[in-house]
């Protein structure tokens, strides 16, 4: 096979040829002279020969200088290397899969990394694109979230000269229908300069232009995304000019995007676009407040003029944005507000931030546990090359007769060093071969469990091929190191018996040295995975009321085009038929699904001896009669809301009557007073005028996240205002599965096309509240688990060797009066001091590297003393136990056979 594979063997067997007749013109030049000068033939001919040193050995001398003599060196020591490799499968397999785990968990979290925090967005240029941010008090409230501007903003920062288009962005989530059965779909609502700005360009049609965000509801129209119109609707030419409904108002689509667009948010992918003048169609709520600056719902970006930067241009836009601050407080619908609230709103400035990566809410969510098991698997990766190279240390202790014979019969250290890297290259390369082939299954687990409800690809591009190759490449010369560092201690010249000794001696102390860092890196990882274990626990028990055998599911009646009277209509008469269902306990409604990390806030101003200003706003919940029995929570003070709490329908425009606080309210503002009968007023103004009151005070429990901790609450009246769409909870006296059809026929009864808004049973909305932590904890956990195995492997291995190697020590101690119990001694001391050392090592790099995992624990400290001491436990018993089995076989040395090979 060498052969075949020699580099050009015409060229080769040209070269040998005039070599030859090179070496014998040289050779019978010397010879002639010889014999001129009076020698016979026969003795000028042994004499050329002793002059010349060996025809052979000078032939190798220059073939040593030939550039396929160096191939020739490569073909031979991968065809040696493969079949070493083949005649031992299994230190190949054991080698190839501990770098496969490493490599591919380390390609795969790089699938997201790439994906959720390094790719730009795939329009023309994207690095000149920014997201406006508001620096300061707008005085404004929001819907939805991150940077948030008004529509009229928006418009008119797109009539001034400071970029060279403005863009400005919504998401929205609709019911769509191509004339059957409606189903939900995430979209944007965009300006009619979005696609115009970003240089995007139709697959199909035409998509929208300014001309469609002219007149408000005048422009029916729907952009599709490719991808759902390939899959969901067949790729079909004639979608263009279809008729569809959106909220169950009919509008046209005109065009397709790219393949390669998904919007701003490369996360959320949305499916469909829709001008922003029809927002009324799309959102109802939002819609009633589109044209007001007070308002701020959209994300603005923008696109930078060719050569001028980001700061040239926030230094231009601030006097503009000035002059709009001054004339918008001379406007009648300015609010009145305290001389500090005004100062903070004229002091605000406009920031410009980056946004060649487009703009994610879950971006954010991500980033750190994507660095967290970023570093997890590198740690894995480093335990791979540690056993790795602890493996090869072995094998070179077994081939040490081996490699010392070459030497003596004429290898060069260069090429014992050049054979034994030949090996480890071909076993990381295979390994980081096999880590790819994994890495799509892989990064398919990481998505499912870290990206629910996200369109995230699982396949492996050429940027996670460079890094799998570096990341190979990083693993291989670690693998190497210990092997060749072997290598160049192995003594020439000793007996058969001493060189086996001293490769051994060298070895085993190599190896030692490479468990002692797998032991730190193995600790590392069980302490972080014990930290986000205990996390999700606590965050489980920290709810703060018992959600068992409750469902909870959304109805939208404006959203199907319905009128605030029938909605309040529908609403009331499900309300009414959930009560008397079979098998519920109770029902209620609120405004708003708990636990979806959504919420509403405001400022109060409290009425009680003094005039009291909250510091911070307070988050706010409209509840219907029977909400807290619903979540079996109690009001521990006062009383609950009661129909006469309950507004008259004709008059809608008047205050709230009534109001509960929770605990935290009560707590913050009242300390150690009741405040029953004390009154509020919404907004910190001076003109607010406090006429609520608070009739009951309610147990603290977490309505936004599991991580709120000692967070403001108020509750209002649900029938007093607004009553047009909300979340049903409806508390069971059975199990929940077989109330979704009783509930989906209940509500088809009450109107046949109203879609139910997905039911969901609290414990299943408490683990979607929880993913990113149960992500966290479950990988981190098996990075833990593979880190432990590979540990045992290691420091089985190295006490294997310790008693190969003092075999005949303990029989000689054994002879001589010692017992059992001192030779497994010498056994266990070894891995206790081993695993004290690796102790030694990460409890110290636990500490520098506290800050990377600290913001994703929840009521447990980042360097926890019990969480520390069990990993440590856990680690020292799983280390006695890998050594159980060289131990007793040092303890049944047999001294009689020990003293005989002696």
């Known amino acids: 096979m060498a052969r075949i594979l020699n580099f050009l063997p015409w060229r080769r067997s040209r070269k040998e040829h005039d070599l030859d007749r090179e070496l014998r013109y040289h050779m019978d030049r010397r010879i002639d002279d010889l014999v001129q000068s009076g020698l016979g033939e026969t003795e000028a001919r042994r004499q050329a020969l002793l002059e010349f040193g060996g025809i052979d050995e000078t032939k190798e001398e220059v073939r040593e200088t030939w550039l396929w003599r160096w191939l020739d060196h490569v073909v031979r020591d991968l065809y040696y290397a493969g079949r070493i490799l083949r005649r031992n499968p299994g230190f190949t397999a054991t080698a190839l899969l501990s770098l496969a785990l490493g490599v591919g968990a380390n390609a795969a979290i790089f699938s997201l990394i790439d994906q959720v925090l390094l790719r730009a967005l795939p329009v023309e240029e994207p690095e000149r694109l920014v997201h406006l941010d508001w620096v300061g008090s707008s005085l404004s409230s929001g819907y939805g979230g991150g940077n948030l501007m008004s529509y009229p903003f928006c418009r008119d920062l797109e009539q001034q000269r400071f970029f060279d288009g403005v863009l400005c962005r919504y998401p ?3 019911n769509f229908s191509t004339g059957q059965q409606h189903e939900p779909l995430a979209g944007e609502v965009v300006s009619g300069s979005y696609f115009r700005t970003l240089g995007v360009r139709p697959h199909l049609g035409r998509l929208i232009e300014p001309s469609d965000d002219v007149q408000p509801s005048g422009h029916p129209v729907v952009v599709l995304s490719y991808n759902y119109w390939r899959t969901e609707l067949g790729g079909t030419p004639e979608v263009v000019g279809r008729k569809v409904l959106i909220n169950n108002y009919p509008m046209t689509v005109i065009g397709v995007t790219p393949e ?15 001008p922003a003048m029809m927002m009324p169609q799309v959102n109802v709520e939002v819609g009633r407040v589109m044209f007001e600056r007070r308002a701020v719902w959209m994300n603005v970006f923008a696109r930078l003029k060719p050569g001028v930067t980001a700061e040239e241009t926030k230094a231009q836009i601030q006097p503009w944005f000035k002059a709009m601050l001054e004339a918008d407080s001379r406007s009648d619908d300015f609010p009145t507000v305290t001389a500090e609230q005004y100062q903070r709103y004229s002091a605000s400035t406009l920031d410009l931030l980056p946004a060649a990566r487009g703009f994610s809410m879950r971006r954010s969510v991500l980033q750190r ?12 990766l480093l335990l791979a090359a540690l056993n790795v190279a602890g493996l090869l240390l072995a094998r070179g202790a077994a081939r040490s007769r081996e490699l010392t014979t070459r ?3 004429g290898a060069t250290r260069s090429r014992i060093a050049s054979q034994l890297l030949t090996e480890t290259m071909i076993l990381t390369l295979g390994g980081g071969l096999l880590g790819l082939i994994v890495a799509p299954a892989v990064s ?15 396949r492996i591009d050429y940027r996670v091929f460079l890094f799998a190759f570096a990341v190979t490449m990083f693993a291989g010369v670690l693998c190497s190191f210990a092997p060749m560092l ?9 007996s058969l018996r001493e060189r086996a000794r001293v490769a051994a001696g060298g070895g085993v102390r190599l190896r030692k040295v490479l468990v002692v860092g797998q032991m730190a890196f193995t600790l590392l990882l069980l302490v972080g995975a014990g930290l986000l274990v205990q996390t999700l626990a606590r965050l489980h028990s920290n709810v703060g009321f018992n959600g068992s055998s409750l469902i909870m599911f959304g109805l939208d009646p404006p959203a199907m085009g319905y009128s605030d009277v029938d909605s309040e209509k529908i609403m009331r008469e499900v309300d009414r038929r959930l009560r008397e269902m079979p098998g519920v306990e109770t029902a209620a409604v609120a405004n708003t699904r708990m636990l979806n990390g959504g919420w509403s806030d405001a400022g109060m101003t409290i009425q009680s001896e003094e005039r009291i200003v909250t510091q911070r706003a ?3 919940m409209r509840i219907g009669p029977g909400f807290f029995p619903a979540l079996g929570t109690r009001v521990i003070a006062g009383r609950d809301f ?10 809608a425009t008047t205050p709230w009557r009534s109001v509960i606080v929770n605990e935290s309210f009560a707590r913050r503002y009242f300390k150690d007073r009741s405040p029953i009968g004390y009154r509020i007023g919404i907004g910190t103004g001076p003109k607010v005028n406090p006429t609520i009151e608070i009739i009951g005070v309610v147990e603290d429990f977490n309505r936004r996240n599991l991580r709120d901790e000692g967070i403001e609450h108020v509750f209002f009246p649900y029938w007093d205002r607004d009553t047009d769409n909300g979340t049903f909870y409806v508390k069971l006296r059975g199990k929940p599965d077989a109330a979704y059809a009783s509930i989906r026929a209940l509500v088809h009864e009450v109107d046949p096309t109203l879609p139910v808004g997905e039911p969901i049973t609290f414990e299943e909305q408490i683990e979607r509240s929880v993913w990113v932590e149960k992500a966290l904890a479950t990988l981190s956990s098996a990075f833990g688990m593979i880190a432990l195995l590979l540990s045992v492997v290691g420091l089985y291995g190295v006490m294997s060797l310790v008693v190969t190697q003092r075999t005949q020590e303990i029989g000689v101690r054994m002879a001589l009066g010692a017992t059992r119990l001192s030779a497994v001694w010498l056994i266990v001391r070894d891995v206790l001091i081993i695993t004290g050392l690796g102790t030694g090592i990460a409890l110290p790099s636990a500490w520098v590297l506290r800050r990377l995992i600290q913001a994703q624990l929840f009521g447990v400290s980042a360097f926890d003393g019990p969480t520390i001491a069990v990993a440590s436990c856990l680690l020292a018993l799983v280390a006695l136990g890998a050594a159980t089995l060289p131990a007793w076989r040092a303890a049944s040395v047999n001294p009689i056979d020990a003293l005989r090979l002696e």
Not at 260 to 274: E, I, N, Y
Not at 642 to 651: A, K
């Open 172 to 174: 929205v989530t609709v």
């Open 260 to 274: 390669s667009f998904r919007g701003m948010d490369m996360l959320a992918r949305p499916k469909l676009w829709v």
């Open 369 to 380: 546990p994507l660095l967290v098991l970023l570093g997890g698997t590198v740690l894995l």
């Open 407 to 409: 030497m003596a019969i």
């Open 444 to 458: 398919q687990v990481l998505v499912a469990s870290l990206s629910p409800g996200n369109d995230l690809g699982s």
């Open 486 to 494: 072997q290598a160049n201690r192995i003594p020439l010249i000793a």
């Open 618 to 620: 307070a988050l706010y």
């Open 642 to 651: 009661e129909e006469r709490d309950i507004r008259p329908s004709d008059t």
